[in-house]
Nanobody, 124 residues
Framework: EVRLVESGGGLEQVGGSLRLSCAAS????????IGWFRQAPGGEREGVSC????????YHATSVKGRFTISSDSAKNTVYLQMNNLKLEDTAVYYC?????????????????WGQGTQVTVSS
């Protein structure tokens, strides 16, 4: 069993920055990737970023590339999502997620464990 606990969401203005954290615990040996999804009101859950635990290779969705950066601290079993130059369309609930089998896609079907979610609201 893997437990994921998010923190760091909140309210920020357009152009501002926020950093999300995801603390992972439990049996992590089989986890191949940890990352983030988001879901806006009325929208589908979409993959934002993830990082491979095998080689540290990051993935960022086109919509956030150049603005968001994923990183990890293996000693703390924590993954971070640094979000810069926030836009109104970044408003969503952000979910930390872990996958036991990571290939070249980061879709909800790839996820085996979910966090409870943290709200990010960007205002004008």
């Amino acid at each position: 069993e893997v437990r994921l606990v998010e923190s760091g969401g909140g309210l920020e203005q357009v152009g501002g920055s926020l950093r999300l954290s995801c603390a992972a615990s439990g049996f992590l040996d089989d986890v191949e990737a940890i990352g983030w999804f988001r879901q806006a009101p009325g929208g589908e859950r979409e993959g934002v970023s993830c990082i491979s635990r095998k080689d540290g290779r990051p993935y960022h969705a086109t919509s956030v590339k150049g603005r968001f950066t994923i990183s990890s601290d293996s000693a703390k079993n924590t993954v971070y999502l640094q979000m810069n130059n926030l836009k109104l369309e970044d408003t969503a609930v952000y979910y930390c997620a872990a996958s036991l089998s990571y290939g070249d896609t980061w879709d909800p079907i790839d996820v085996d464990y979910w966090g409870q979610g943290t709200q990010v609201t960007v205002s004008s």
